[in-house]
Each structure stands twice: as C-alpha cells, then as structure tokens.
C-alpha cells in the first residue's frame, strides 16, 4: 500500500525558510515521479514543484528562484526547500506520486500547513 506522509509545516514570518519532507513507503520509489502542490482556502490546487522521469525538477514561476525540490532515494524522501517566503504562499502543501508514464497523480499525502505572516 502507497502512504506518503508529509511533515515539516508551520508558522514563519516573511522572508524566512522551511524545508517540507515526504516519506514514501509501499513502492519502488525511483519507479515514480513526484510533485509538491499546494491549495489556499478559495483558490485551485497548484502544482509548485515536480520531478520528471529524468530526475530534473519543474518549477511554478511563482516559486522559481525559492523553492528547490530535491530526493533521497535511499531515505524515499521527497523535500521541498522553501526560501524567501512571502505570504501568497500560505496553503496546504501536499506531497503526491505517479508512475512517470501518467498523467495524473494518484497517490497523496494528507498535507501540510504552511502560514506566513507578512
């Protein structure tokens, strides 16, 4: 069974950093593509950050130059490193995985809040 747990949300203050994690469990890890999105209370869900089968890393422009998606295939650990925080970044950050060859991600996270203050 795929479980993705996220940790490493909370409160910080424009300006500053948090580093999300998701351990992954329940599959060949490197088998899977991997992507952090987010959603804001009244707005879509966005996807800010994702790897593609070659291993390179996509970003929204809305984070691009602050947010560095990176993986430990030993730890099956997905992060995201969040620098320079503004407060249009506030949201529910979700983890999620698919097999590289499709299109929509089918395994998530329960999420993690991320609030910043201005």
């Known amino acids: 069974q795929v479980q993705l747990v996220e940790s490493g949300g909370g409160s910080v203050q424009a300006g500053g950093s948090l580093r999300l994690s998701c351990a992954a469990s329940g599959y060949t890890y490197s088998n899977y593509c991997m992507g952090w999105f987010r959603q804001a209370p009244g707005k879509e869900r966005e996807r800010v950050a994702y790897?593609?089968?070659?291993?390179?890393?996509r970003y929204a422009d809305s984070v691009k130059g602050r947010f560095t998606i990176s993986r430990d295939t030993a730890k099956n650990t997905l992060y995201l490193q969040m620098n320079s925080l503004k407060p249009e970044d506030t949201a529910m950050y979700y983890c999620?995985?698919?097999?590289?060859?499709?299109?929509?991600?089918?395994?998530w996270g329960q999420g993690t809040q991320v609030t910043v203050s201005s």
């Open positions: 999620a995985a698919k097999r590289c060859y499709l299109s929509d991600y089918n395994y």
């Open positions: 790897i593609i089968s070659d291993g390179s890393a």
